[in-house]
């Protein structure tokens, strides 16, 4: 049994991608950096100086529209990258076809040095886009930390801008209908 409180959930902030290609609420105390030269990408961390805890939204442009037949082959791909983590252990690997996209679940664990990290994956397709969303804990303790978060995040995470502004105007005029 741990001392280290759970973190307290106090208020979430927006990201809207500039490209409009994904959105997703976040921790407001948590810190934003994107990775220099990788427009559609960005990583969210609990600490700003310690990334290693995170989680990160990238969209890929594949160059032509995936299909639910491709499943197959790109599961393969993403077996091989997982080998090349060296030391890992997979908790689960599954797939998945919702409306409007498809793809993989991961939890895997991994040695990073001589630490265990813990790690979420939804790899998704939607049409010629790739979409990654990674959570990570530093240790499989500041995982299972930060899972609540986590979740959070990446239930929140859709393909596509949020509009605030028209989202709260529709609340107004709905809270208006009997």
């Not at 990238?58 to 032509?64: I, K, N």
């Not at 599961?75 to 409306?99: C, H, I, K, N, S």
Request: with cysteine.
């Amino acid at each position: 049994m741990t001392d280290t409180p759970r973190p307290r959930f106090t208020g979430a902030r927006l990201y809207n991608d500039p490209d409009r290609l994904f959105s997703f609420w976040y921790p407001h105390t948590w810190h934003q950096m994107q990775p220099e030269g990788q427009r559609n990408t960005v990583l969210v961390a609990p600490q700003a100086d310690h990334l290693a805890t995170s989680f990160s939204v990238e969209v890929r442009d594949l160059g032509m529209p995936v299909t639910q037949e491709d499943l197959p082959l790109l599961r393969e791909a993403v077996e091989e990258g997982l080998v090349q983590l060296g030391d890992y252990q997979m908790e689960a690997f599954g797939t998945f076809d919702e409306p409007g996209r498809f793809g993989f679940e991961l939890r895997y664990t991994f040695r990073f040095e001589d630490t265990w990290r813990k790690r979420r994956a939804l790899l998704y397709y939607r049409d010629h886009y790739q979409y990654s969303l990674i959570a990570q804990g530093a240790t499989i303790e500041d995982f299972d930390t930060w899972q609540p978060m986590f979740s959070y995040m990446m239930l929140t995470c859709n393909a596509g801008g949020f509009d605030l502004r028209a989202w709260a105007e529709g609340q107004q005029r709905n809270s208006g209908e009997d």
